[in-house]
């Protein structure tokens, strides 16, 4: 089995045997995100990662997609819309190929094999280019009528209309705190170090932690779910601190106070949470 993580800066491949990750390879996204290189640069990874003889590909890729075609219908980091990822990809290698949003891949792995495998339903939130969001609800993914449930980022964190940052992850992740802090190429390890020394990064960081609480806080007090798993970059590089801050606000935020009781926990599996989520898919 192949597990294939397409983020908006990196692209991850593993071999899967028995649910483990036994072997990988990482590259970053070709420059400018060109949807055919990065097509061919995906199938030359795959075959040197699995070899001449692959069966099954799940692909995890950050954005709007329908499962059923195979289609990214807009990823937003990537800048793609309506591309035929899966009929491209299964064209190259010749093999069955599963496409999924990035992160309910990796809620799904994350409910089978990690942080959310003693849960019927769990709430995923992925921080680091961007924010995505994944939902297991009684043991199936949610994807609703439409198809593209458990968006997150992409929801409106400022009602004014004309605020600079209305989205979530417009200021809250990565690519966000660059753009707040006009530092293009500010890294997450620069952030890392950053955090509770620079007064400007910490500042940007605070202000991620609590506009994502307050967002989660929106979530399960609709949802009335007991457990969101949080994972991604920014979560594994920054650690306790920055998830306590989350779910600081998140305590302050959801109603009503019955619903503080559901558990803000850090990912198990880290990058192998959507490699392995999408090969199960596929499988």
């Known amino acids: ?11 991850l491949v593993g071999r899967i045997e028995d649910n483990l990750v036994v072997e990988r390879a990482h590259e970053q996204i070709v420059e400018g995100c060109d949807f055919g290189e990065v097509v061919k640069q995906t199938c030359d990874l795959i ?12 692909i995890a890729v950050a954005g709007g997609v329908d499962c059923q075609t195979g289609v990214v219908h807009r990823a937003q980091n990537l800048n793609w819309d309506n591309v035929p990822l899966g009929n491209r990809v299964a064209e190259n290698l010749g093999c069955k190929v599963v496409v999924e949003n990035d992160v309910t891949a990796a809620a799904w792995g994350e409910f089978c094999f990690g942080a959310g495998k003693d849960v019927d339903s769990m709430f995923a939130v992925w921080i680091g280019t ?3 969001g994944g939902l297991i609800l009684d043991g199936k993914i949610w994807r609703g009528p439409l198809g593209t449930a458990g968006e997150f980022g992409m929801g409106i964190s400022s009602p004014e209309p004309d605020a600079t940052y209305r989205y979530l992850e417009a200021s809250a992740s990565r690519s966000g705190m660059q753009r707040v802090l006009s ?67 998140f305590t302050e935020d959801v109603f009503p106070k019955h619903c503080r009781q559901c ?14 989520g999408a090969a199960a898919l596929a499988q």
């Open 47 to 58: 075959s040197a990662v699995a070899g001449p003889n692959i069966e099954h590909v799940g």
């Open 1 to 11: 089995m192949i597990g294939v993580d397409i983020g908006g800066t990196n692209l």
């Open 183 to 249: 530092r293009p190429d500010l890294t997450t390890c620069e952030i890392t170090k950053g955090y509770k020394l620079d007064p400007e990064i910490t500042a940007a960081v605070d202000n991620s932690a609590k506009r994502i609480g307050t967002a989660i806080a929106n979530v399960i007090t609709l949802l009335s779910l007991d457990r969101v798993v949080l994972g991604g970059g920014l979560i594994e590089a920054l650690g306790v601190q920055y998830l306590d801050a989350i779910r600081d606000q």
């Open 263 to 276: 558990e803000l926990k850090s990912t198990l599996l880290g990058p192998d949470a959507g490699l392995l």
């Open 130 to 132: 961007g924010i995505g």
